[in-house]
Protein backbone atom coordinates (compact mmCIF):
# COMPACT_ATOMS: atom_id res chain seq x y z
CA UNK A 1 0.00 0.00 0.00
CA UNK A 2 2.99 2.56 1.26
CA UNK A 3 4.79 1.53 -1.91
CA UNK A 4 2.12 1.98 -4.11
CA UNK A 5 1.73 5.74 -3.01
CA UNK A 6 5.17 6.14 -3.35
CA UNK A 7 5.47 4.93 -7.15
CA UNK A 8 2.57 6.74 -7.79
CA UNK A 9 4.15 10.11 -6.19
CA UNK A 10 7.71 9.27 -8.52
CA UNK A 11 5.48 8.89 -11.28
CA UNK A 12 3.78 11.44 -10.92
CA UNK A 13 6.87 13.87 -10.53
CA UNK A 14 8.34 12.46 -13.43
CA UNK A 15 6.21 12.19 -15.77
CA UNK A 16 4.88 16.41 -15.30
CA UNK A 17 8.73 17.26 -15.36
CA UNK A 18 8.95 15.44 -18.63
CA UNK A 19 5.73 16.69 -19.68
CA UNK A 20 6.72 20.40 -18.83
CA UNK A 21 10.44 20.52 -19.77
CA UNK A 22 10.33 18.13 -23.09
CA UNK A 23 6.98 17.22 -24.35
CA UNK A 24 6.40 21.24 -24.30
CA UNK A 25 8.68 22.10 -26.80
CA UNK A 26 8.11 18.91 -29.25
CA UNK A 27 5.24 19.08 -32.00
CA UNK A 28 3.94 20.07 -35.44
CA UNK A 29 2.93 23.17 -35.86
CA UNK A 30 -0.19 23.36 -34.17
CA UNK A 31 -0.90 20.15 -35.79
CA UNK A 32 0.30 17.62 -33.75
CA UNK A 33 1.04 17.79 -29.93
CA UNK A 34 2.21 15.28 -27.14
CA UNK A 35 0.08 15.09 -23.93
CA UNK A 36 2.16 11.25 -22.39
CA UNK A 37 1.18 12.83 -18.74
CA UNK A 38 -1.76 11.42 -18.76
CA UNK A 39 -0.15 8.26 -18.06
CA UNK A 40 -0.18 9.10 -14.16
CA UNK A 41 -3.67 9.08 -14.44
CA UNK A 42 -4.14 5.67 -16.63
CA UNK A 43 -1.71 3.93 -13.80
CA UNK A 44 -3.66 4.91 -10.86
CA UNK A 45 -4.55 1.93 -8.84
CA UNK A 46 -7.90 0.16 -10.08
CA UNK A 47 -9.66 -0.02 -7.01
CA UNK A 48 -9.79 3.63 -5.74
CA UNK A 49 -12.38 5.16 -4.79
CA UNK A 50 -14.31 7.89 -7.50
CA UNK A 51 -14.26 10.67 -5.59
CA UNK A 52 -10.38 10.23 -5.41
CA UNK A 53 -9.80 9.54 -8.69
CA UNK A 54 -11.60 12.70 -9.87
CA UNK A 55 -10.08 14.81 -7.60
CA UNK A 56 -6.06 13.54 -8.21
CA UNK A 57 -6.72 13.59 -12.36
CA UNK A 58 -8.01 17.36 -11.55
CA UNK A 59 -5.19 18.20 -9.64
CA UNK A 60 -2.60 16.58 -11.96
CA UNK A 61 -4.50 18.42 -14.72
CA UNK A 62 -4.42 21.83 -13.10
CA UNK A 63 -0.61 20.82 -12.56
CA UNK A 64 -0.36 21.00 -16.35
CA UNK A 65 -2.42 23.84 -16.94
CA UNK A 66 -0.34 26.24 -14.34
CA UNK A 67 2.56 24.99 -17.22
CA UNK A 68 0.59 26.10 -20.27
CA UNK A 69 -1.23 29.09 -18.92
CA UNK A 70 -4.77 27.47 -19.70
CA UNK A 71 -6.35 27.49 -16.63
CA UNK A 72 -9.17 24.53 -16.16
CA UNK A 73 -8.24 23.16 -19.63
CA UNK A 74 -6.26 19.83 -18.70
CA UNK A 75 -8.16 19.68 -15.85
CA UNK A 76 -11.36 19.14 -17.71
CA UNK A 77 -10.01 16.78 -20.23
CA UNK A 78 -8.48 14.97 -17.55
CA UNK A 79 -11.45 14.61 -15.49
CA UNK A 80 -13.36 13.06 -18.57
CA UNK A 81 -10.31 10.82 -18.85
CA UNK A 82 -11.24 9.87 -15.18
CA UNK A 83 -14.67 9.05 -16.30
CA UNK A 84 -13.40 7.15 -18.90
CA UNK A 85 -11.20 4.93 -16.67
CA UNK A 86 -14.23 3.94 -14.46
CA UNK A 87 -16.56 2.86 -17.04
CA UNK A 88 -13.88 0.69 -19.06
CA UNK A 89 -12.76 -0.89 -16.10
CA UNK A 90 -16.29 -1.51 -14.80
CA UNK A 91 -17.08 -3.21 -18.41
CA UNK A 92 -13.69 -4.69 -18.90
CA UNK A 93 -12.39 -5.90 -15.73
CA UNK A 94 -13.49 -8.66 -12.91
CA UNK A 95 -15.39 -7.91 -9.92
CA UNK A 96 -12.50 -9.04 -7.72
CA UNK A 97 -10.39 -7.51 -9.85
CA UNK A 98 -12.06 -3.91 -9.89
CA UNK A 99 -11.66 -4.35 -5.92
CA UNK A 100 -8.08 -4.70 -6.42
CA UNK A 101 -5.11 -2.50 -5.61
CA UNK A 102 -3.27 -3.22 -8.56
CA UNK A 103 -1.78 -0.68 -10.87
CA UNK A 104 -3.27 -1.66 -14.27
CA UNK A 105 0.21 -1.38 -15.90
CA UNK A 106 1.39 -3.22 -19.56
CA UNK A 107 3.29 -5.81 -17.30
CA UNK A 108 -0.23 -6.32 -15.16
CA UNK A 109 -2.81 -6.29 -17.63
CA UNK A 110 -1.32 -7.96 -20.82
CA UNK A 111 -0.88 -6.08 -24.17
CA UNK A 112 -4.29 -6.34 -25.82
CA UNK A 113 -6.03 -4.58 -23.00
CA UNK A 114 -3.00 -2.34 -21.97
CA UNK A 115 -3.40 -1.21 -26.12
CA UNK A 116 -7.17 -0.36 -25.98
CA UNK A 117 -7.17 1.26 -22.47
CA UNK A 118 -4.71 3.65 -23.77
CA UNK A 119 -5.73 4.26 -26.91
CA UNK A 120 -9.51 4.82 -26.40
CA UNK A 121 -8.47 6.87 -22.96
CA UNK A 122 -6.43 9.19 -25.01
CA UNK A 123 -8.80 9.61 -27.76
CA UNK A 124 -11.41 10.40 -24.92
CA UNK A 125 -8.49 13.20 -23.54
CA UNK A 126 -7.53 14.45 -26.43
CA UNK A 127 -11.24 14.86 -27.94
CA UNK A 128 -12.27 16.98 -24.74
CA UNK A 129 -8.86 19.01 -24.45
CA UNK A 130 -8.94 20.18 -28.37
CA UNK A 131 -12.60 20.62 -28.17
CA UNK A 132 -12.20 22.85 -25.27
CA UNK A 133 -9.16 24.81 -27.16
CA UNK A 134 -10.92 25.83 -30.18
CA UNK A 135 -14.09 26.15 -28.28
CA UNK A 136 -16.16 25.97 -31.30
CA UNK A 137 -17.07 23.67 -34.25
CA UNK A 138 -15.51 25.89 -36.97
CA UNK A 139 -12.58 24.42 -39.05
CA UNK A 140 -13.57 21.14 -37.29
CA UNK A 141 -12.59 19.13 -39.89
CA UNK A 142 -8.57 20.27 -38.50
CA UNK A 143 -9.38 20.10 -35.08
CA UNK A 144 -10.17 16.46 -35.53
CA UNK A 145 -7.02 15.91 -37.66
CA UNK A 146 -5.01 17.19 -34.99
CA UNK A 147 -7.43 15.11 -32.61
CA UNK A 148 -6.38 12.15 -34.05
CA UNK A 149 -2.83 13.14 -35.03
CA UNK A 150 -2.08 14.03 -31.48
CA UNK A 151 -3.27 10.91 -30.02
CA UNK A 152 -1.66 8.65 -32.31
CA UNK A 153 1.99 10.45 -31.15
CA UNK A 154 0.54 10.28 -27.30
CA UNK A 155 -0.23 6.39 -27.19
CA UNK A 156 2.93 5.87 -28.77
CA UNK A 157 4.77 7.73 -26.57
CA UNK A 158 3.33 6.46 -24.01
CA UNK A 159 4.02 2.93 -25.55
CA UNK A 160 7.63 3.41 -25.68
CA UNK A 161 7.55 4.34 -22.18
CA UNK A 162 5.69 1.50 -20.67
CA UNK A 163 8.38 -0.63 -22.56
CA UNK A 164 11.00 1.25 -20.74
CA UNK A 165 10.06 0.35 -17.39
CA UNK A 166 8.40 -3.27 -18.53
CA UNK A 167 9.31 -5.76 -15.72
CA UNK A 168 7.61 -8.96 -16.16
CA UNK A 169 5.53 -10.05 -13.11
CA UNK A 170 2.57 -12.68 -12.28
CA UNK A 171 0.76 -11.84 -14.95
CA UNK A 172 -3.04 -12.29 -14.80
CA UNK A 173 -4.29 -12.89 -18.23
CA UNK A 174 -2.41 -14.05 -20.45
CA UNK A 175 -2.44 -11.67 -23.86
CA UNK B 1 -35.18 9.57 0.31
CA UNK B 2 -33.21 5.85 0.40
CA UNK B 3 -34.08 5.47 -3.05
CA UNK B 4 -32.66 9.04 -3.87
CA UNK B 5 -29.15 7.78 -1.75
CA UNK B 6 -29.13 4.24 -3.77
CA UNK B 7 -29.47 6.18 -7.16
CA UNK B 8 -26.73 8.86 -6.37
CA UNK B 9 -24.26 6.02 -5.24
CA UNK B 10 -25.09 3.87 -7.89
CA UNK B 11 -24.43 6.50 -10.38
CA UNK B 12 -21.43 8.55 -8.31
CA UNK B 13 -19.24 8.72 -11.12
CA UNK B 14 -21.38 10.88 -13.01
CA UNK B 15 -22.08 13.18 -10.66
CA UNK B 16 -18.84 13.37 -9.38
CA UNK B 17 -17.73 13.68 -13.28
CA UNK B 18 -20.29 16.47 -13.77
CA UNK B 19 -19.13 18.54 -10.95
CA UNK B 20 -16.12 18.47 -12.02
CA UNK B 21 -16.60 18.98 -15.49
CA UNK B 22 -18.63 22.07 -14.77
CA UNK B 23 -15.36 23.49 -12.41
CA UNK B 24 -12.90 23.08 -14.73
CA UNK B 25 -14.82 24.63 -17.39
CA UNK B 26 -15.94 27.60 -15.09
CA UNK B 27 -12.46 27.77 -14.87
CA UNK B 28 -11.52 28.11 -18.81
CA UNK B 29 -14.16 30.29 -19.19
CA UNK B 30 -13.43 32.82 -16.42
CA UNK B 31 -9.17 32.86 -16.59
CA UNK B 32 -8.35 32.41 -20.19
CA UNK B 33 -9.40 35.15 -22.64
CA UNK B 34 -9.88 33.43 -25.82
CA UNK B 35 -12.39 31.52 -25.09
CA UNK B 36 -14.11 34.20 -22.41
CA UNK B 37 -14.15 35.98 -25.55
CA UNK B 38 -16.04 33.61 -27.64
CA UNK B 39 -18.33 31.98 -25.16
CA UNK B 40 -19.31 36.01 -25.06
CA UNK B 41 -19.41 36.11 -29.25
CA UNK B 42 -21.26 32.90 -29.55
CA UNK B 43 -24.12 34.02 -26.78
CA UNK B 44 -24.16 37.69 -29.15
CA UNK B 45 -25.18 36.07 -32.28
CA UNK B 46 -27.59 34.60 -31.06
CA UNK B 47 -29.03 37.22 -29.48
CA UNK B 48 -27.47 39.66 -32.68
CA UNK B 49 -29.25 37.40 -34.90
CA UNK B 50 -32.90 37.36 -33.53
CA UNK B 51 -32.71 41.17 -33.30
CA UNK B 52 -32.00 41.04 -37.13
CA UNK B 53 -35.22 39.10 -37.47
CA UNK B 54 -37.14 41.61 -35.61
CA UNK B 55 -35.60 43.98 -37.31
CA UNK B 56 -36.20 42.43 -41.41
CA UNK B 57 -39.81 41.96 -39.99
CA UNK B 58 -40.47 45.83 -38.36
CA UNK B 59 -39.05 47.30 -41.31
CA UNK B 60 -41.59 46.02 -43.50
CA UNK B 61 -43.94 47.99 -41.72
CA UNK B 62 -42.26 50.96 -41.95
CA UNK B 63 -41.71 50.93 -45.95
CA UNK B 64 -44.35 53.94 -46.67
CA UNK B 65 -43.20 56.21 -44.08
CA UNK B 66 -39.04 55.45 -45.60
CA UNK B 67 -40.32 55.88 -49.51
CA UNK B 68 -42.29 58.97 -48.18
CA UNK B 69 -39.20 60.21 -46.50
CA UNK B 70 -36.60 59.51 -49.46
CA UNK B 71 -38.82 61.36 -52.11
CA UNK B 72 -38.45 64.34 -50.05
CA UNK B 73 -35.00 64.00 -49.32
CA UNK B 74 -34.20 63.44 -53.23
CA UNK B 75 -36.44 66.67 -54.20
CA UNK B 76 -34.37 68.86 -51.81
CA UNK B 77 -31.10 67.31 -53.00
CA UNK B 78 -32.45 67.76 -56.60
CA UNK B 79 -32.67 71.16 -56.08
CA UNK B 80 -29.14 71.38 -54.16
CA UNK B 81 -27.29 69.95 -57.22
CA UNK B 82 -29.27 72.74 -59.75
CA UNK B 83 -28.62 75.78 -57.74
CA UNK B 84 -24.43 73.95 -57.07
CA UNK B 85 -24.14 73.57 -60.58
CA UNK B 86 -24.81 77.38 -61.63
CA UNK B 87 -23.23 78.80 -58.86
CA UNK B 88 -19.40 77.12 -59.66
CA UNK B 89 -18.01 76.13 -62.28
CA UNK B 90 -16.59 72.39 -62.48
CA UNK B 91 -13.35 72.31 -60.08
CA UNK B 92 -10.20 70.18 -62.50
CA UNK B 93 -7.68 70.78 -60.29
CA UNK B 94 -6.75 70.73 -56.68
CA UNK B 95 -3.51 70.60 -54.71
CA UNK B 96 -2.84 67.93 -51.85
CA UNK B 97 1.05 68.44 -50.96
CA UNK B 98 2.62 70.80 -49.13
CA UNK B 99 3.48 74.53 -50.03
CA UNK B 100 7.15 73.56 -50.66
CA UNK B 101 6.10 71.41 -53.58
CA UNK B 102 3.32 72.58 -54.87
CA UNK B 103 5.27 74.47 -57.14
CA UNK B 104 6.73 70.88 -58.38
CA UNK B 105 3.12 68.74 -58.75
CA UNK B 106 -0.24 69.82 -59.94
CA UNK B 107 -3.50 67.27 -59.54
CA UNK B 108 -6.27 66.55 -62.09
CA UNK B 109 -9.39 64.65 -60.58
CA UNK B 110 -10.62 62.35 -62.95
CA UNK B 111 -13.46 59.81 -62.57
CA UNK B 112 -12.92 55.58 -62.60
CA UNK B 113 -15.12 54.81 -65.42
CA UNK B 114 -13.72 51.10 -65.77
CA UNK B 115 -11.85 48.84 -63.21
CA UNK B 116 -11.21 45.16 -62.45
CA UNK B 117 -9.25 43.77 -59.10
CA UNK B 118 -9.95 39.87 -60.16
CA UNK B 119 -7.49 39.73 -63.21
CA UNK B 120 -4.32 38.49 -62.90
CA UNK B 121 -3.32 41.82 -64.85
CA UNK B 122 -5.55 44.54 -63.80
CA UNK B 123 -6.26 48.37 -65.56
CA UNK B 124 -8.75 51.31 -64.82
CA UNK B 125 -10.00 53.50 -67.65
CA UNK B 126 -10.57 57.17 -66.05
CA UNK B 127 -12.73 59.93 -67.76
CA UNK B 128 -9.86 62.72 -68.74
CA UNK B 129 -7.15 62.31 -71.18
CA UNK B 130 -4.93 64.06 -73.29
CA UNK B 131 -7.36 67.18 -73.38
CA UNK B 132 -6.78 67.14 -70.09
CA UNK B 133 -3.12 67.26 -69.83
CA UNK B 134 -2.85 63.55 -68.63
CA UNK B 135 0.36 62.14 -70.49
CA UNK B 136 1.68 58.49 -70.75
CA UNK B 137 3.38 57.77 -67.00
CA UNK B 138 2.13 59.99 -64.86
CA UNK B 139 1.03 58.56 -61.29
CA UNK B 140 -2.24 58.21 -60.30
CA UNK B 141 -3.50 58.03 -56.39
CA UNK B 142 -6.72 58.53 -54.20
CA UNK B 143 -7.36 60.47 -50.99
CA UNK B 144 -5.67 57.84 -49.34
CA UNK B 145 -3.61 55.81 -51.00
CA UNK B 146 -1.83 54.81 -54.83
CA UNK B 147 -4.05 53.61 -57.34
CA UNK B 148 -1.24 52.92 -60.48
CA UNK B 149 0.49 54.50 -63.42
CA UNK B 150 -1.43 55.97 -66.46
CA UNK B 151 -0.50 53.54 -69.46
CA UNK B 152 -2.28 55.47 -72.33
CA UNK B 153 -4.29 58.27 -73.36
CA UNK B 154 -6.42 59.03 -76.00
CA UNK B 155 -8.48 62.69 -76.70
CA UNK B 156 -10.98 61.88 -73.39
CA UNK B 157 -9.74 58.50 -71.98
CA UNK B 158 -7.23 57.19 -70.38
CA UNK B 159 -6.17 53.70 -69.30
CA UNK B 160 -4.11 52.93 -66.15
CA UNK B 161 -2.05 50.09 -64.97
CA UNK B 162 -3.64 49.63 -61.55
CA UNK B 163 -0.98 48.88 -58.56
CA UNK B 164 -2.69 45.31 -59.06
CA UNK B 165 -0.63 44.55 -61.63
CA UNK B 166 2.96 42.33 -62.26
CA UNK B 167 4.75 45.23 -64.10
CA UNK B 168 3.78 47.93 -61.67
CA UNK B 169 6.46 48.55 -59.31
CA UNK B 170 6.27 51.89 -57.02
CA UNK B 171 9.31 53.32 -54.41
CA UNK B 172 8.59 53.06 -51.05
CA UNK B 173 9.87 53.96 -47.57
CA UNK B 174 8.91 52.55 -43.93
CA UNK B 175 7.89 54.65 -41.61
CA UNK B 176 10.56 54.50 -38.63
CA UNK B 177 13.58 53.53 -40.39
CA UNK B 178 13.69 55.48 -43.78
CA UNK B 179 14.74 52.55 -46.18
CA UNK B 180 13.41 52.35 -49.38
CA UNK B 181 12.06 48.85 -51.45
CA UNK B 182 9.60 48.30 -53.68
CA UNK B 183 6.05 48.05 -53.82
CA UNK B 184 4.45 45.36 -56.21
CA UNK B 185 1.40 43.43 -55.98
CA UNK B 186 3.22 40.38 -56.04
CA UNK B 187 2.17 36.92 -55.92
CA UNK B 188 -1.65 38.12 -54.25
CA UNK B 189 -4.58 37.21 -55.34
CA UNK B 190 -6.34 39.37 -52.82
CA UNK B 191 -6.58 43.10 -54.12
CA UNK B 192 -6.80 44.29 -49.93
CA UNK B 193 -2.63 43.50 -49.96
CA UNK B 194 0.76 43.77 -51.96
CA UNK B 195 4.40 43.24 -51.01
CA UNK B 196 7.02 45.14 -50.41
CA UNK B 197 10.41 43.80 -51.79
CA UNK B 198 13.94 44.68 -51.42
CA UNK B 199 14.00 45.87 -47.97
CA UNK B 200 17.46 44.69 -46.94
CA UNK B 201 17.73 41.50 -44.12
CA UNK B 202 19.21 43.67 -41.28
CA UNK B 203 16.38 45.87 -40.86
CA UNK B 204 14.05 45.84 -38.01
CA UNK B 205 10.55 45.86 -38.80
CA UNK B 206 7.52 46.17 -36.77
CA UNK B 207 4.18 44.71 -37.77
CA UNK B 208 1.71 47.37 -38.32
CA UNK B 209 4.60 50.13 -39.47
CA UNK B 210 3.23 52.56 -42.03
CA UNK B 211 4.56 52.56 -45.80
CA UNK B 212 4.92 55.60 -47.44
CA UNK B 213 5.84 56.64 -51.08
CA UNK B 214 9.36 57.95 -51.41
CA UNK B 215 9.49 60.38 -53.73
CA UNK B 216 12.00 58.89 -56.01
CA UNK B 217 9.53 57.68 -58.41
CA UNK B 218 6.25 59.77 -60.10
CA UNK B 219 4.49 59.88 -56.85
CA UNK B 220 5.15 62.87 -54.82
CA UNK B 221 6.93 61.61 -51.17
CA UNK B 222 4.79 61.05 -48.32
CA UNK B 223 1.57 59.40 -49.40
CA UNK B 224 0.50 56.54 -47.00
CA UNK B 225 0.29 53.06 -48.83
CA UNK B 226 -0.52 51.20 -46.27
CA UNK B 227 0.79 49.43 -43.25
CA UNK B 228 2.68 46.03 -42.52
CA UNK B 229 0.51 43.06 -41.47
CA UNK B 230 3.59 40.38 -41.71
CA UNK B 231 7.11 40.11 -41.81
CA UNK B 232 9.95 37.78 -42.17
CA UNK B 233 8.87 36.25 -45.36
CA UNK B 234 11.86 36.08 -46.48
CA UNK B 235 12.67 34.71 -50.24
CA UNK B 236 15.71 33.55 -49.38
CA UNK B 237 18.12 35.98 -50.61
CA UNK B 238 19.17 38.56 -48.10
CA UNK B 239 16.26 41.15 -48.98
CA UNK B 240 12.80 40.79 -46.60
CA UNK B 241 9.27 40.08 -48.09
CA UNK B 242 6.99 42.26 -46.51
CA UNK B 243 3.41 41.49 -46.59
CA UNK B 244 1.20 44.92 -46.16
CA UNK B 245 -2.64 45.72 -46.06
CA UNK B 246 -3.22 48.38 -48.78
CA UNK B 247 -5.04 51.75 -47.47
CA UNK B 248 -6.65 52.17 -51.51
CA UNK B 249 -9.75 50.36 -51.36
CA UNK B 250 -9.72 48.90 -55.44
CA UNK B 251 -13.11 47.61 -55.07
CA UNK B 252 -14.83 50.93 -54.49
CA UNK B 253 -12.67 53.68 -56.30
CA UNK B 254 -14.40 56.44 -57.58
CA UNK B 255 -12.65 59.78 -58.00
CA UNK B 256 -8.84 59.48 -58.45
CA UNK B 257 -6.36 62.17 -59.17
CA UNK B 258 -3.50 62.42 -61.70
CA UNK B 259 -0.75 63.67 -60.10
CA UNK B 260 1.29 65.95 -62.66
CA UNK B 261 5.38 66.57 -62.09
CA UNK B 262 6.07 69.47 -63.57
CA UNK B 263 9.59 69.05 -63.25
CA UNK B 264 9.68 65.79 -64.68
CA UNK B 265 11.30 66.41 -68.14
CA UNK B 266 14.31 68.06 -66.19
CA UNK B 267 14.65 65.39 -64.08
CA UNK B 268 14.75 62.84 -66.49
CA UNK B 269 17.11 65.05 -69.24
CA UNK B 270 19.51 65.28 -65.99
CA UNK B 271 19.35 61.26 -65.33
CA UNK B 272 20.32 60.94 -68.87
CA UNK B 273 23.36 62.70 -68.98
CA UNK B 274 24.45 60.59 -65.70
CA UNK B 275 23.61 57.40 -68.10
CA UNK B 276 25.55 58.97 -71.22
CA UNK B 277 28.63 59.63 -68.91
Given at each position: MGKVIIFNVIRFLVLILLQIALFKN??????VSFYPYILIIFLL????PNLLLFTLSFLTGLTIDAFYDSLGLHAAACVALALFRIFFHKITLEVDMQESFNTPSLAEMGTKWFLSYVFFGTLVHHFTLFIIET????NFLYTLASIILSSIFTVLTILLMSLLVYRKKSRISNI | MKNLWLFLSRYNAIFWFIIFFVVAIVLVVRNNSYQRASFLNSSNVMVGSFYKQVNSWKSYLALADANEKLTQENVLLRQQVQNMIQANPVVDSVHLVDSIEQGRYAFIIANVANNSIHQKSNYLTLDKGSADGIERGMGVITSNGVVGIVLNTSAHFSSVQSLLHPDTKISVTLDTSKVFGSLVWGGNIDPRFAMVRDIPNHIKVKKGEKVYTSGYSLFPAGIQVGHIVETGITSGESFLDLKIKLTTNFSNLNHVYIVKDLLVKEKQELEATQDNG
Open positions: IGYYNLPIGMFSFT | -
